[in-house]
Structures are given as structure tokens and as C-alpha cells.
């Protein structure tokens, strides 16, 4: 388990990280970690390791893009003083591309992407005990889809600068592919973008699994 | 993996168990399943054996004793014709002889409960794949608490049924008391019954466990 | 312009046709119609042809599936009596396939959905002075999609139905293909299958084209 | 068709333009467009045309005179740099000198209403590809009515401007007047002013006319 | 002033004699008569005459044509057993014609409307110690106007009846019409059916007026 | 009628005065006006002189004393205007008296209350053309009740300012008085304060009376 | 102390009695109990005598005479098997006769009230171990006011009764006024009949100290 | 009875001080003390001392830390200018410790409580003619419960404070520990924190007993 004793971990995003988390910070009493791959992956870390302490903070929002990220990245993650954050964008800078063609002022392409995402990766690293960094999905089996087409474009950027930095990564597209090969996407998601509780068991395994954590401990 | 291809999984209890599921019964769409541990069951189990197709229905009901069980159990447990069930109840059973200590119609009493919980089992198991016994439990590390006590002899009762019938059984006061060993009961449950998203990983594992739920399988 | 003056036309359907019509029947003041297809299309009709008199009639409920237009289809079709009829059913026959495949029951395969067509075509076309057959769509362009597939195989049902009796038929499937040229699904649907108002009027346009309904009259 | 590819088309106005648009500004996702003649007019455009790729936005405000368009033309016009603009305004310019007489600061007079629009006319005309004047329409076909015969001094006063400008004209009461042939005007407006679906059809089809739709494309 | 100490006066109709009436019946505490003109008839009888205890019931129901009105008869005014009894219908009898032209089964034809009223005054009027006949009315002042010229011949029915019978009679559109010289229909009512309480009060005016009350008494 | 044409009335006053008039100023569309006294004041000018286009104003506050209207009086009086003003004030002033005996800030005493009623009326008379002086009151027969009693030293208070500067003058007290010889104070008011409809009616008819309506005009 | 361990105490009346308690029995959690002076009771009881494990239930309905408790009496005193007993009913039986004097079925006159009183206190006696009986009483000093006066003659039957059949009575007429003549009537209930906590702590108090609540015990 | 004629009593506190109190202050009219402790205290105050007419105000607020306290103190407290002073804080200082492990800026630890309590207690006094400091408490009869143990130990720190500037003093928790030898702590608050109605006649109880309030007084 790479998380260590009284770490910290905040893990940012958009909706899908989002799902209904308080404001102004997602975390402590009355499910103000949201109810998504955030809340399961504290619970699930809360309950196997109780000796740890983890403290798991979820600052996603909703209809986020690189751009957002960028502009609350002091007070939203440096000022919130992280051991360990996650990454998780990219989603809504490709959706706007395809469900509103003709507002161009709001599609993030894909240079702009990845140069914001690398400067945001670069400034913060030092500061960190770990980073993941978790590329956007559709969830859709069809690499030829147009907007699968331009994710996977997204999500490799990611990768790339997982790779010059030496964090961890995640490939959550791959993590969805594994499932849709036996279930059709809208058993999922209904919009193959925001997943329901099985979809978000998909990125809480991936997550967990990037950082060591033990399923069987103390059972 | 005990859990077979295709095969229902129906899993009945109190508040716990129910956790805002749908009516008349907790599967499908938009979180029908509810958003406790049934709801964690059921998103690992897809997320992680989607080529099995395991159907999972959750028909708890809050505020439930094994009475009202024994009442709805045609409608809510035979005629729903489950391969696998989950038991879970005796919280209210308890509960109501120390929060309403003067209202005695509401105690159902250990005598009656291992009754009616063993007619249950003894009734249904014939027509089962596989049954899972749960121990009712309260969040309170203290065994000498009056509350705590009652409740362990309520599971201990749940131990000497599924022990006589040979099903599978999960002490999930014992798996709570591991947690509690570093967290206050506050941390899990404000008021040491029903818990937040933490207490209900707690039950998911423990259930997960004894259906032989492979976790890394496929990461 | 086929529909005679004074003429009742009843349209049947499930969500798609349904768009918040009012209960018991989806006819006139207050948004009645619904804020569909069908809504569009009294909306033209009443415009263009203020002298006919057309009443148009909104008996869509969302979630039907043929079956469900089977059980209603006295009160909801024949007590109504319709001078002109449209259908458009099976998104949802097919749909809980894709989205709920464990919940084999809610499933309405192509031999029953065919079948039940067929026969509210057959015992209802003689009351009528005309009847249209819509085919259901998925808004997905790639013809090899799991549902979308599927989708095509009950539309081909309706073809055949509709040659068999000769009646009115519209592929809406390939009404939307047109568009998909051009728009990614995202454009007209959250969820590939209840549009915007750009998809409606795709419909609405669909509809008019084959009942003969000249738009420039009158300008 | 007038309107080219990847044109913008600012449509602004009063509550009969509004309809529920969304804020800031009207366009996109979740009906933000509004639901009354902008939406169809949209909805007709995209569905007919998808490979234009036409922006058209919605920034009409309930209970808006001439006055607040001026006060509002800046932030509400101009910066959104519209290729076309519409402009539909008056109705409350009248309607408050009959329904709140007493009310004198609230109305705006001939003279007052001529000179500010030809002020907003004359000083954005250089900036746009194409305008679109649409006279205020009163649904009342007695034109010695009080209201409807002050209405139809206004539409004059549109007139005037449209022929010194040479800009796009639409007679909206003329279009109301031919359907009033044949329906009373209660079947189209509760109060005479705010249209029902038929009624905002009947301003969509004017509009669409004016910019040389072509309603049979593609069908 | 006719109505006599400790009588009670029954005042049935459509919603504008219902107003926000309580159910079942509308008299008593809590503002139950409702806001229209029947509670300023209440109003002003009260603060007049306290020493008449005169009391008055409103049973107008929203909607109402005279069929409704025969339906609930027994219930709603022969069974409150009243001294003294008003009646307002016809308004959506005439209504109906024009705002749901094609919904041709909701229209009360005149023919009908006549013989429906007079079988209730005919049948009631021996149990009553008075009856007050008021027509129904449209704030129109154009007598050319459809709708407004088939009320008239509504109104006309009433009064034949209220002349064959020797009952009270109250032209109401009459009273409208001398306001209506001074004022738009507009300032009255937004749809020229629903008086805001300018309206009211000149049906009140004119109900008083009817039964002898004197303004000045006690002043 | 001593109210003219094109003139403005401006009532001012406590929660009697509000009746859920709206904000900022109560007049206009919509039952701006407000459900008391002063709304039937309206309606009956409105009904009974449509000639005279008076304009009638509602600024009243809830829970206002004098000490409340001194403060908001530039905004709310003098900025608006008005021709003709009534002030009916002090029911707060002394019932904090009764009902917060603690709460002793809260209590307008007599010297000051009648100080800053005789300031208001000084500085404001010269600008009207009519001013109406209403007594605060108490629906309660019994003089000796302490309440009651305070009340009336106030309402003598509100009488020897119109004597001084001879306005019009209302004893309301005296309006309640002569009805509640008839009828118990809890058939006008729950509290003894908040008059009903019928309570509302003793006020408009003082007040009408006052300004020399006549009721019979036109009937 | 008078009532026993473990007894049952139930406690009937009207709104004063009920005071949002839950249905259909006001007892146990979430203030099932109510808010008034049961709750009061219940509260102090429980702290006061931990161990005699009292049971008390609010019965009381909102706008009960003792009319309406005859017609509920087997259902919701006699099934409920109360050791205990109190009554407090006589308020609405009085106040209809002063709020609404023109609904006279509405009022329960002294006769009727005391025959009808006295039959269930006679029937129920000898089931009971306790009974306590409450005047009615309306808080207001003056014993000449004419509800006052009336509601001081139901008190008089009370008294009678208790007399009679030699049961516990607690004159709250009397508790009031000691507190009136220090306080207004309105410091203590808005509309003299529904006390605010003080006044429910008058007749707590009183109540208390009839079944010999010692205060003083444990402190 | 300690507190005099008129005597202003402020009682300061978290949310069980608060219980839904109204803001800015709780005091006066429609509950606005809040239904907790302090209503308890000012019913009984005033229903038995009504002569004395002390005046209470609650300005309890949930959630509050001593720090919060300290914050607030100028306008909450000395902006009040209270006679009497009561002080209840420490619930969430120890709380936050054991519900949110890991958000340890919440935790406010002894030292730092038992320093601002003084210095809060050391400033106020002079300016006081009482104060009266009670302890935190937490519903739970095990002294080893590690919550239990905390919170007596804040509760020792108070108990040091009263006897340095010896101030009234009331141990809560010795006077919830008394009602726990015969209830168990489900039968006062849920989560041993929120005392019902049962729960808050115990805090009342002990202060009222520690100002000298004689419950006999006047019965």
C-alpha cells in the first residue's frame, strides 16, 4: 500500500469525480465525499486500512475542463496541501466538440489540453508523495466512433506525460473496454459518459489497484 | 466464485438493507439498488464478472423485525424465485427495547426471533443455490454495552441457524469490531446502526468474502 | 394534404411520443399535445391548415414497450376513434435488453414484438381512413452497434408489417441517418434516444413529408 | 437559404422571444434555446440543415420594451458579434398604456419607440450579414380594437425603418391575421399576446420564409 | 334588503364564482368563501348588516358548464338547503367553442345550455325563498367579436328564463360594458374571463345591488 | 368624490395596510395591491369611477410602527409622489407592548409615536391635495381591556393631529365598534388585529365614505 | 407520586392536546409525542422518574369537539387500554358558537357537551386507574367577555362531572389566570386559545401536580 | 430564585443550545427561543415567575467550538448586555476528534479549550450578575467509552474554571448520568449528542435547580 499513515489524498476532476460532493470541499460527515469513484475508493480504503488514517478529499466539478482546472488549481489543490492527488479531465474538453459543434469558444483542443494538463503536472509534482493521473473515457467500444476517436487522442496525451514524469497512470478507457466487451455501454452509463454505481466500481478498482491497495487484508 | 452465471441474487433486510432502493423492488436503472452495501455488491460484482450476468435484488425494508420478514416473505422472497439470498435482520428487533423501552408490542424478544428466522431459513433453503447468513450488529466496540450485548445474543442465534443448516454465515459485528479497533463507531455511524459509506464497505467485503469474490481478477 | 378536414388523428408511442403530454389524454389547452414530435406537428398543422380543423392527439406513455400498447390499446386507441393513426414503438422493447440484460422478463424479443404489432395493425386498420407506421430508432451511425443492430432488425419488422397491409411508413432511422452525416448523436440526444428539439423535428418532418403536408402554403 | 455555414443568429425580443431561454444567454444543451418560435426556428434549421453548422441564440427577455433593449444592447447584442440578427419588440411598449393605464411611466409612446429602434437599427446594421425586422403582432383580428389598432401603428413604424434600411421584414400580424381567418384567437393565446405551439409555428414559419428555408430539403 | 335575518344565501358557478374556494364547501374560517366576488358579497354583507347573520356558501367549481352543474345539483345545492340561491354559468360553455374548436363533446350548445338551466331554476325555485339569474358575460367590448356575440346569446337565455320565472336577474355583461366605455378589457382580465378584483367588485356591485343593499347604512 | 382624475393615492401602513402586497411598491397587474382594505379600495374606485383613472398605491410593511415609517419615508412616500395619502400606523407600536413585555426596544411609547406621527403629517401636507389620518385599532368591545385601552390613547393621539391639521379623519375603532356590537371579534380576527374579509370591508367602507364615494354611481 | 410503574397514561383533546403529534398513536421517537403540554409531561416524567418507565400518549385532534371524541372513543381511548386517562375537550364545542355563529351545527351547546362528556367519563371509569379531568379555558382575563363567560360555564360541567364521579380535576381557567395577572392574554397565545411554550407549561404544571409530580426528586 | 425583576438571561451554546432558534436573536414571538433547554427555561421561567418578567434569549448555534464562541462573543454576548450568562460548549471540540479523525484543524484540543473558555469567562464576569458554566456532556453511561472519557475530561476543565471565578456550576453529564442507571442513552438522543425532549427536561431541569427556581411556587 503506497498511501501512507495521515497521507492525504485529493483527487480532482469533473462530474464524474463531482457526484454530488459538498462544497466548498468534498470530505468528512454526511457523504460530503460524493458518491462516486471518490466515495467508494475512501471507503474502501477507510475500512481496509482503519489503522491509516487516510484522509480522502474529492474537489471535482462538474462541467469542468483543463481550462477550470487551471484557474482553481491554487485554491482548490495546492492550498489543500495534498500528499497524493489524482487527475482526472479531459471529458467535457472533447464532449463539447461533439454535443455543441457550433459553440467553438468552448471546445479545448487537444494541444491546448495537453499543454495546460503538462504545466499543471510539472509545477505540482514536487510538492507530492504520489500522483495518478487517470486519462478520460467514453464509455463506448467503438475505437472508430468519432468521439471515442478523439478521447483515446486525449487519454494519450495523458500518457505521455504520465511517462515524462514518472507518475502513476491509469488508463481508465482500457478499464471500461474490459467490461464492454461483455456488457453494452448503456448498462453503465446512460449517456456513456457519467456511470452509474457499477461503472464507478470500474475506476475505483483501477484507482486502488494503481496505488497497492491489499482487497483481502483482514478478511 | 460461489455465484453462478445468470443466476439472482436476492438480498433482504432492514434499513440497512435498504438504503433508499426503489419500490416495489431494488433493481435496475437510476440506482434502483439503493446506495448501500447491496449497491457495493452488486457494482463489484458486475464491474468484476461482467460475462456472468449476476442479477442483484435488494428488498430490504426499513424499520423491519423478522415479523415483518415473515410477512412479506411470499411476495418478497419465494416469489421472486432467487438462486442465491442474503439475511440480514434483527437491528430493529433489538433496537426498540432501548429506544422505546415502554412500547413492549414493538421488542421482539430472542426467543421469537430465532423462531421465525429459523422457519425462514429451514422453509427456504430447499430452493436455494446457496443462502448467506448476516448477524444484525451495532457499531459499539464495548461488549459490555446493555445494546451490544442483546445484539450479540441476536447473532449469536443467527451462528446456532446457520450452523444447524449449514449455510454460508457472516459475523459482521466481528468485521465491524476489526475497524472499530482504530476508529470510533462515530466515524462509521452517527447513531452506531446505520453506517455511512466506510460501515458499508465494511458489510460488502465481508459478504464479497464469503461468495468467493476474486478482487484483482482482471486487473 | 391527405388528413380531411375535421379528422382525428391519434399518435401512440412510448417516451418519445409522450414529451409531458397531459393525463388521461394529450389534447388541447395548456401544452397538452406535450413538447414532442407530435407537439411540432400540431403546431404545423394548426398553422398551416387553420381552415381543416385537425385534431391531433397525444396518447404516448413513456416506457411502453409493444406490449404495454397491446394492454392499453381499447381505451387508448379504439375508444378514441381515430381517424388517422401513427405508431412508433419498440425503443424500449429492445432498449431493457441493452440496459438491463439481466432483467430478462422487461425483455420483448422480435418474434413477440413483430407479432404484436402485426395484430393491433390488422384488427385496427379497417376503422381507419389512414394509418402510419414510424419505425423506432436508435441515433447511433454506426450500423454494426450492438443495439442499433438490433434496432434495425425491429425496424425492418415495421417495413414488412407496413408493406403487408400497404400503409403509410416512415424509416425514422434513416431520417436520422441523414442528419448523422453531419452531427455526431451527441448533437440530438443525451442519450441516443430521446432527442432534442432538432431530433423532434427531424421526426415532425418525417411525419408531415408523408401525409402530404405542403409547407410553403399559405406564405 | 440565406444564412451560411457556420453563421451566427442572435434572435432578441420580449417574453414571446424568451420562453424560458436559459442565462446568460440562450443556446445549447437542455432546451437553453427556450421553447417558443427561436426553438422551432432552431430545431428546423439544424434538422434541415446539419451541415451548416448555424448558431442561433436566444437572447430575448421577459417584459422587455424598446427601453431595455437600448439599455441591454451592448453586453446583449454586440458582444455576442451576431452575422444575423432578428429583432421582435413592442408588445410591451403597447400593452402597458391598456393594461396599467394609470401606470404612465411605463409606457412607451410612437415616438419614443420609432427613434430608439431605428437608433439600435442604424447603428448595427454595419456590423451584421443580415437583419430581420419583425413587427409586434397583437392576436386580435378586429383592427378598430384599441390595443390591436395602437399595435398596428407600431408594426408601421417597423415597416418604415425596415424599407429606410433595407433590411428583412416580416409583417408578424398579417401572418396572425391569416390563420385569425379561420380560428379564434383564443385557440392560439390565452391573453392574445403569447402564443401557444400553433402560434409560435406560425412566427417560426415567417421567420424561416423570410430567410429562404427550404422546407422540403432532404425529405 | 331582501335577504332576511339568519338566512343563508348558496352561490354556484364556474371559477369565477369559485375564486380559491374551500372543499367540500366554501364558508367559514381561513378565507374559505374564496377571493372573488362572492367574497366581497360576503364581506360586504357581513360588515354591513352583523346583525343579520346572513350566511353565505360558495360552491363555484373551476370549469364548470351547466352539465356539470346538473350533476352535482343534489349534492351541492339541494342538499345545503339554501334560502337564497345565485347562479353564473355558461362561460365555458361558450368558451370551449373557441379555444378547443376540434374538442367538439365539450361544447355546450346553446340549445342544451337553456333547457339545462331551466330544468334546475324550474325544479329549485319552490324551495327557495329567492333566486338571483346572472349572465354569463365576456369583457369584450366589441358585440361583433364570436365569442363575445355567442355569449350574448347565452346571456339572452338567462334572461327568458329569469323573465319566465320572475327571478332576480343580473345583466353582467351589462355591468361590464358601462366600465368598459372608460377602460381597456385588459385592465380587468388578462385572458377577458378572469376579472382581477376591480372586476369582481363589479359583480358584486351589481349582486348587491340586486337584493337591496345599502351601501350607507351605518356609515 | 374628492379624489380626481389622474390622481394618486399613496396608502401607507403596517401589515394591515400589506396584506401580500408586492415588492417594491404594491400597485399594478397581479394582485400587486395586496388582499386588505386597500385592495378593495381599488376595485371599487376602479369599478365605480373608470372615468377617473385614479391611480391607488399599497406601501404598506408588516410589522411596521411609526418609528419604521419615519425611516423609510423618502423612498416611500415622498418619492412617489403621491396626491391623496393615508397613514393608518400604530397597531405594532403598542401591541410589542402587550405580547413582548421584555423586549422593552421594542416598544413605541405614546409621546414618541404621537411626536413622530405629527412630524410626518407636518412636513408632508403641503405636497398633497388630501390626507387621510386612520386610527390604529383593536377588535375587542371591551374598553377596560388593557390592550384596548392603549390602543385608544393612540387612536386619540391620530385624532388630535387631523384636528390640527384638519385632514380627513377615521376612527376605525369606532368602525369595529358598531359591528362588534352584533358579532363576537373572533368572527373578524383570530388575533383581534388581522382582520378578515369582512374586517377588511368595516376599513374600505370607512375609508371610501370618507373620500365621498358614492356606491349607487352608475348602478 | 400517583401514577404507578410501567403504567400507561393517554391523554385526549383537541389541537391544544394535539400539537403535531404523529398519527396514528403520538408516541415514541421523533417528538411523536407533540409539542405541547404532553410533550412537556412526558419529558419531565421520563427525566423525573427514570425508572418507573411511564408511557404516555397524545391522542388529541386537531378541531375536536367532545362530539368527535365520542365517535373515536373505542379506537383511540378504550383500544389503547390506558391505565390513565385525561381529558381536556370544551374549547371547539365554544368557539365555533363565536368564530363561525352563522354555521350553527357547527356548535356544541352546554347540554349536548355535558351529557355527551359524562356518558364516556362514566363508561371508561371503571377501566381506569386514574382519570383527569380539564376544564376547557380560554386566556383572557375579563370574565364578562362573552366567550370567556360561555367557555367558564363548560368549565362549570367539568367541574360537576369530576365532582360526580370522583376523578382528579384540574381547573386550567384558574391556572391562566394567576399567570394573567401579570401577563396580557397575548404574550401567551397569539389568538387566546393555543398557547405558546409557556402557556403549555401552565397547564404542565398543573397537570403535574395533580398526579403528585415531586419536582425537587433526583436534584 | 436567584435571577431578579426584569433580568436579561443570554445562554450561550452549540446546537443543543440552538434547536432551531430563530436569527438574529432567539427571543419573543413564534418560537423563537428555539425548542430545546431554553424553551424549557423561559416556559417555566415564565409561566412560574410571571411577575419577575425575565426576559431569555438563546443565542445558541450548531456546530459552534469555543472558537467559534470567542469569535462571536462581542456581538453575541456584551452587544447583549446580559444580566445572566449561561455557558454550554464543547460538544464539537471533542466531537470532530472521534466523527472526523483526519480533519485535524477541527479538533479543538483540551489546552486550547479550557485557555478561550477562561478567557472568555474572565472578561464577561465583571460586567455579569450571574454566570452560569455548564458542562459538555455525551450521553453514555461508560466512563472508558473514549469519547465519554474526553468530553469529561472538557467537563473537568469547566468545573476547574467555575471554581476559580466561582461561578454557578451544573455537572450535565452527572445529570444525564443518573437518568442512564435506569435508560439507556437510545432513549435520549439518538446519537448520544441531541437530547429529545426527555433529554432537555434533564438540562433544564439542572438549571433551573441551580438559579433557585421553586417549581411549587403558585400551585
Redesign the interface.
Known amino acids: 500500500m503506497r498511501i501512507g499513515k495521515?497521507e492525504?489524498l485529493v483527487m480532482i476532476g469533473d462530474s464524474i469525480t463531482d457526484c454530488e460532493r459538498a462544497r466548498p470541499v468534498g470530505?468528512?460527515?454526511f457523504?460530503a465525499?460524493g458518491?462516486g469513484y471518490v466515495?467508494?475508493v475512501?471507503?474502501?480504503l477507510?475500512?481496509?486500512y482503519?489503522?491509516l488514517?487516510?484522509?480522502v478529499v474529492n474537489i471535482g466539478t462538474s462541467g469542468n475542463t483543463v481550462r477550470d482546472l487551471e484557474a482553481r488549481w491554487q485554491t482548490d489543490v495546492l492550498d489543500l496541501k495534498p500528499d497524493w492527488l489524482s487527475i482526472m479531465i479531459g471529458t467535457n474538453d472533447v464532449?463539447r466538440q461533439?454535443?455543441?459543434?457550433?459553440?467553438r469558444e468552448s471546445h479545448v483542443l487537444l494541444e491546448e489540453y495537453e499543454e495546460k494538463l503538462e504545466a499543471l503536472v510539472a509545477s505540482t509534482l514536487p510538492r507530492l508523495k504520489g500522483l495518478v493521473l487517470m486519462t478520460p473515457f467514453f464509455i463506448e467500444p467503438?475505437p472508430?466512433?468519432?468521439?471515442r476517436a478523439q478521447m483515446d487522442l486525449y487519454g494519450a496525451a495523458v500518457k505521455r506525460i504520465a511517462a515524462k514524469y514518472d507518475t502513476l497512470f491509469i488508463d481508465t478507457q482500457e478499464a471500461f473496454n474490459?467490461?464492454l466487451?461483455?456488457?453494452?455501454s448503456?448498462?453503465l452509463a446512460?449517456?456513456r459518459v457519467h456511470p452509474?454505481?457499477?461503472?464507478?466500481?470500474?475506476l475505483a478498482?483501477?484507482f486502488l489497484?494503481s496505488v497497492g491497495y491489499e482487497?483481502?487484508k483482514?478478511?
Open positions: 495521515n492525504k470530505e468528512g460527515l457523504n465525499i458518491r466515495g467508494v475512501d471507503a474502501l477507510t475500512s481496509t482503519p489503522e488514517g487516510i484522509r464532449w461533439f454535443d455543441s459543434p457550433t459553440m467503438n472508430n466512433d468519432r468521439m474490459r467490461v466487451e461483455h456488457l453494452y448503456g448498462t446512460w449517456d452509474n454505481q457499477a461503472g464507478h466500481a470500474v478498482r483501477a489497484q482487497y483481502a483482514g478478511l
